[in-house]
């Protein structure tokens, strides 16, 4: 049987159950058996499923380790944790986090005017609001009216610019100061695909020259006391720590030498994100080489002992993680629609009285290819292959030749994957990459899983049915838009197996986990595929609710977005009906309501016959 590595990336969130994955919460109900209940509400297309219990469970997790920690080194500054909201702020998603962040006093964080919006509105109680960009007057003087909500806002600077207008701001308005944060540029590198995000290179943050300049103008402008954090982040998905810790030593110093200039209230270090995600579904292709539970004792450890032996106050810690906090909340199902190289039965074979002598010989292969002889005669076959298709390419062999040589070719390629089965496991992948199936999925990579075209970066992928069977077919998904790079390729370093199916009589649904970070608001409408129907599902001991059902948005919405003037485009449809010499007069009433039904639905394709 095939786990599909669940042991690896799920996190005890998803178990399989015979031949069905389950939630492994309360009543653990079965991904199949929720999908079923919607789509009995008549939705069709991909669904986004969210589940809060998984955004809970990750905020309790960073809670409880840092105060595991901090108890047990006797750490004397405070914990603190923000949400960014780049990495998801939509709406049914921020309300879960803030409701299940609230007893923690979880914040967040915003990196522009229309995430900060969203902070100063969404935020409870006094939970922290922390604000990263960068900022023009407009957006510092949003900050200043958080202050004036009495919101405990920190505006981090990323330049001096930015502090000049701060100042400017604060001279206007006393009273309403927002704390002031400043980011650091370190001279420890990032990591990773975002290693611009740390590093003296850096777009963000200020040099230590300009920090000494920062302290001064503070002082000058009597804004010293509302100096309290410094912040540096290093990156996202930080899969080794040694980084970490590097800038760490790094911002440990700097903080007790700021102090040390006369930086009075500085108390905080700001650490943003960067906790990793492992994706992987084999043990071969991990990545994350630390747990949460060491990342929070290296964090306390480290600044508890820096802040010792330069005698200064240990600082309050403050994260960012986001990609942590998000990842596993969501999950992507789609359904396959069709799949696209089934075929090549004996069936299909059209052999004439007499066939080219290579054809024979192709043939022969297949009838007498047994587990002794499979490998050979499987090499001998491929070579006769790629030498009768050069034939028909030269003129030699006509069309039919050419279809009788691809199927015998795949008949024994097939052949040779049953025969190989229990022996050398590399070549048997090699041969596979060669039969793959393509299964049309009815999805967009483009909306649903944009890292995974710009960044390559994997998802862990799996059927919600047949668990119980092992799976025979080497797959490469397609998704429906006409763009090739909309394709998860077979790969033989992480090869995905997924069953035989028989698509007129059943449905096979795939399932994308660990998309609920940054794939939603990255995602584009490329081919005019929108983000899918979304639906918050709660489960408790005995039953799940669906929540929040937001169906994808429809094609007239969609034209709405790019400014297409619909009613005039509804208009425009109506009138060539009625003008057309092609349909009957008393067709037409059924046609234009057609066309306006088809306007009121979502693109993606219906997959039920
Ligand atoms: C993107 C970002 C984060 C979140 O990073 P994750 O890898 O998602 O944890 C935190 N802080 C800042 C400043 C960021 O730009």
């Known amino acids: ?22 939630v ?44 595991r920690a901090k108890e047990e080194l006797n750490y004397q500054g405070d914990f603190q944790a923000v949400f960014p909201l780049k990495v998801n702020q939509f709406p049914n998603f921020i309300d879960a986090l803030t409701e299940a962040g609230s007893e923690y006093n979880y914040g967040l964080e915003a990196g522009s005017k229309a995430e900060l919006l969203i902070a100063m509105s969404h935020i409870k109680g006094n939970a922290p609001i922390t604000v990263n960009g960068f900022k023009d007057k407009e957006m510092v003087e949003l900050g200043f009216m958080s202050a004036l909500m009495g919101q405990d806002i920190t505006l981090t600077i990323e330049g001096i610019n930015e502090l000049e207008t701060i100042i400017e701001v604060a001279n206007e308005q006393p009273n309403s100061t927002p704390y002031i944060g400043l980011r650091i540029k370190l001279h420890s590198l990032g990591v990773g695909v975002w290693a611009k995000s740390g590093g003296i290179n850096s777009k963000f943050g200020l040099t230590s020259t300009e920090l000494i300049k920062a302290i001064e103008l503070l002082k000058k402008s009597n804004l010293i006391e509302k100096f309290t954090m410094i912040h540096f982040h290093i990156g996202s998905q930080i899969t080794d720590i040694g980084y970490l ?89 789609a359904p396959v629609f069709e799949l696209v190289s089934e075929g090549y039965l004996e069936s299909d074979l059209s052999l004439k009285d007499k066939n080219p002598p290579l054809i024979e010989e192709l043939h022969e292969l297949y009838k007498f290819i047994d587990s002794k002889n499979a490998l050979e005669y499987l090499h001998d076959a491929l070579d006769h292959l790629n030498s009768l298709l050069t034939l028909f390419d030269l003129g030699y062999i006509d069309l039919i030749d050419r279809s009788n040589s691809e199927v015998l070719g795949h008949l024994i390629i097939k052949k040779s994957i049953v025969l190989l089965q229990s022996q050398n496991y590399k070549e048997l992948l090699h041969i596979q990459n060669m039969i793959q199936e393509k299964y049309l999925v009815n999805f967009s990579m483009f909306q649903s899983m944009p890292d995974f075209w710009g960044l390559n970066q994997h998802f862990p992928i799996m059927p919600l049915s047949k668990l119980d069977i092992k799976p025979s077919r080497s797959a490469t998904l397609w998704d429906i838009t006409c763009d090739s790079d909309g394709e998860i390729a077979y790969d033989t370093n992480n090869p995905l197996f997924l069953h035989s199916i028989d698509l007129k009589n059943e449905e096979y649904f795939l399932a994308f986990f660990l998309v609920g970070a940054y794939q939603e608001v990255l995602g584009m409408n490329h081919n005019l595929f929108s983000h899918p129907t979304e639906v918050t599902i709660t489960i408790d001991k005995e039953r799940y609710f669906m929540e929040n059902i937001i169906e994808s948005p429809s094609i007239v919405d969609i034209l709405d977005n790019l400014n297409y003037d619909t009613p005039q485009i509804e208009k425009m449809l109506q009138d060539k009906i009625v003008s057309s010499t092609m349909i009957a007069e008393n067709l037409k009433d059924k046609t234009v309501t057609a066309l306006k039904i088809f306007l009121g639905e979502n693109g993606y394709l219906k997959t039920v016959k």
């Not at 492994?24 to 991904?31: Q, R, T």
């Not at 219990?53 to 409880?64: A, M, P, T, V």
């Not at 930086?263 to 492992?278: Q, Y």
């Not at 200064?312 to 596993?328: Q, T």
């Open 1 to 22: 049987m095939n786990n599909y590595g669940i042991d690896i990336w799920g996190d005890d969130n998803f178990i399989i159950d015979g031949a069905l994955v389950k």
């Open 245 to 333: 810790k590097k800038a760490i030593r790094e911002a440990g110093n700097i903080y007790a030498d700021l102090i040390k200039l006369g930086a009075i209230n500085l108390n905080t270090i700001n650490l943003g994100g960067g906790l990793a995600v492992e994706y992987a579904q084999n043990s071969e292709n991990t990545k994350v080489k630390y747990s949460l539970t060491e990342y929070a004792n290296d964090i306390i450890f480290m600044l508890d002992s820096i802040s010792k032996s330069k005698k200064v106050k240990a600082p309050n810690i403050l994260i960012e993680s986001g990609r942590y906090v998000a990842a596993s909340h969501a999950v992507l199902i």
């Open 24 to 67: 492994n919460h309360g009543c653990k109900p079965a991904l199949l058996s929720i999908v079923k209940g919607i789509r009995e509400q008549g939705k069709r297309g991909p669904l986004l499923l969210r589940f809060p219990h998984l955004i809970k469970k990750q905020i309790e997790r960073i809670f409880q380790n840092f105060q």
